[in-house]
C-alpha cells in the first residue's frame, strides 16, 4: 500500500500538467490528475487526497466553480485547496478565498514555492 501524500492536481494545460506532476512526483507525493473542474470534483466523490492543486481557468468548470461543490463533499469538505494561477490581484485573491480556496501559487509552477505554501497543509502526512 502506498503511503505517499496523495494530490489531486486540476489544471488543463498539459505542459503544465506534465511539470506539476514531475515535481511532485520528485518530492515524494503520489499525484492524480484532472483537467477540468467537473473531473476533479468526481475524483474527490470516489476518493481523499492531501490536498488539491486547483486551476482556475479551465473549460468545462473552472476552479471558482469546482471549489464550491468540492468542499460540499465529505471528501472535500477539509481537504486544502491551494489556487494554481496566473493572476493574484486583491479582487481575485477575495474571489479564491469566497469560492473556498485556502491559498495560491502564481503560475507557472514553481517547486519552491509549492513548498512554501503547502507546507502547513501536509505537516503530518509525510
Request: glycine share 4%.
Amino acid at each position: 500500500m502506498n503511503t505517499n501524500p496523495r494530490i489531486l492536481v486540476v489544471e488543463d494545460d498539459e505542459v503544465s500538467l506534465i511539470i506539476a506532476e514531475h515535481v511532485l512526483n520528485k518530492e515524494g507525493f503520489e499525484v492524480a490528475k484532472a483537467d477540468n473542474g467537473e473531473d476533479a470534483i468526481e475524483m474527490v466523490r470516489r476518493e481523499r487526497f492531501q490536498l488539491i492543486l486547483m486551476d482556475i481557468e479551465m473549460p468545462i468548470m473552472s476552479g471558482l466553480e469546482a471549489t464550491p461543490q468540492i468542499r460540499s463533499l465529505d471528501n472535500g469538505r477539509k481537504t486544502p485547496i491551494i489556487a494554481l494561477t496566473a493572476h493574484s490581484t486583491p479582487e481575485k485573491i477575495e474571489e479564491f478565498t469566497a469560492a473556498g480556496i485556502d491559498a495560491y501559487i502564481l503560475k507557472p509552477f514553481d517547486p519552491i514555492k509549492f513548498s512554501q505554501v503547502a507546507a502547513p497543509y501536509l505537516q503530518g502526512t509525510t
